[in-house]
């Protein structure tokens, strides 16, 4: 087996990986990057759409990056529910805005980038197993599109690549450990060829269930609407579709098109017990899961990253362990902030399926607690808009 040699050895391609890559290479740190996927496959996968302030201002400092020109800046959400629309204002209460520009577009301008200043970026790579983690030089063994075997030394490992990740074996000891729970609901998602219902996102508790009104382009829109976990993706026609989504947001009259797409998105909310052991980390969709009501999955990535960039700079550049011991905690704390922001949004928005009368008026009683208060709005936009990033440079 053949054996190759990097600093880093970043195994995902997805916003974490490429960004942890692009990061690196500013502050003079050589990775390899891998991902089992093809480019053609990472670049056209339908995922989330909203990107926190801090985000966008990460993503500014990579050559290219047309999160301000193609995505969209939008100032608010609005929550409905009981017949009533109340918009949140976000440059008002916390002066931030959030942007909407689709992760596929983010990973395209990505791997562009990262191609044109030369990093080592392999598609179709799998990565089987991680060892060594607890010695100056951990391996990945590594499996090539054509079958061959070959061994990747580095000075640390990232595991970057999922919540099937494989890394995660070689931090935690076990490829579930960590706390975990499930929703009795998922998401039914469609992607359509029409014009944008509403500027801003709708996010709608109706008695039928949630619904959420979101947009990709001019001429493109995405939309949810809660479902069981176990539909099936053809049981609806379109027509089924359209009357779902407009019986659940009362109010709106929504432009129908074409539907060319559709996903169900099982809910579930994760933290792997350890994100750092020896010379390996985990970041991303590896260390965490969120439900998508708060629009954190991406967002929460990058934070990660944040961390981890400026640990390994300590790490390699200085030979500094303290930031590399603080990783998991520093990141965790942002992490458990957003795992219960996600978790409150689901519950406060979506009807469950054993509620009890009770249960439902208390949650019109807590809605109407966050738009009917100054001081409920504004914590609704701090994290929506995404908590201060924190640095450990
Ligand atoms: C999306 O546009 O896909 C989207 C937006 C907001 C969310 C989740 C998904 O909370």
């Known amino acids: 087996m053949t054996a190759e040699r990097t600093r880093v050895a970043i195994v995902g391609a997805g916003p974490a990986g490429l960004l942890l890559s692009h990061l690196l290479a500013e502050a003079g740190i050589e990775s390899i990057v891998l991902d089992r996927r093809t480019r053609e496959e990472i670049e056209s996968t339908v995922r989330a759409g909203i990107l926190e302030q801090g985000t966008v201002e990460i993503l500014d400092t990579v050559p290219g990056s047309r999160a301000r020109t193609v995505g969209h800046r939008h100032d608010g959400i609005e929550f409905r529910f009981a017949g009533e629309g109340h918009r949140i204002d976000f440059p008002s209460h916390v002066g931030r805005s959030v942007w909407l520009y689709p992760q596929h577009e983010a990973l395209t301008d990505l791997i562009a980038a990262r191609l044109a200043a030369g990093q080592d970026l392999r598609f179709g790579v799998t990565a089987d197993r991680v060892d060594d983690v607890d010695t100056a030089t951990p391996r990945v063994f590594c499996t090539a599109a054509d079958g061959t075997r070959f061994e990747i030394a580095a000075d640390f ?4 690549d999922g919540s099937r990740s494989v890394v995660r074996t070689a931090v935690t000891g076990s490829h579930t450990g960590g706390s975990f729970r499930e929703y009795p609901f998922a998401w039914f998602g469609i992607l359509c060829e029409a014009p944008p219902s509403s500027e801003e996102l709708i996010y709608s508790n109706s008695p039928d269930g949630f619904a959420l009104i979101s947009q990709r382009s001019d001429t493109v829109q995405r939309m949810y609407f ?25 109010g709106t009259t929504l432009r129908e098109g074409p539907i060319f797409q559709r996903d169900v998105l099982r809910f579930r909310s ?11 980390a985990l970041v991303g969709d590896a260390a965490h899961t969120v439900p998508p009501t708060g629009a954190k999955g991406m967002n929460l ?8 960039n400026d640990a390994l700079q300590g790490l390699l550049l200085r030979g500094d362990e303290a930031p590399i011991d603080a990783y998991a905690e520093a990141a965790l704390r942002r992490i458990w902030k957003a795992q219960h922001f996600s978790w409150w949004m689901t519950s406060m928005l979506h009807a469950s399926p054993d509620a009890s009368e009770f249960d439902r008026l208390r949650q019109l009683g807590e ?27």
């Open 226 to 250: 809660q479902c069981d976990p176990d539909t099936d993706v053809d049981a609806y026609s379109e027509a089924q579709l359209w009357d779902t989504l407009q019986a659940r947001v009362p």
């Open 301 to 308: 990535a990058v934070a990660d990253v944040i961390l981890l």
């Open 367 to 393: 809605l109407r607690s966050v738009v009917e208060s100054d001081a409920g709005q504004r914590y609704l936009a701090e994290a929506y808009t995404g908590w201060p990033l924190q640095r450990t440079l």
């Open 157 to 160: 490992v990232v595991g970057a």
């Open 270 to 280: 994760f933290v792997a017990h350890e994100l750092r052991h020896g010379r390996a």
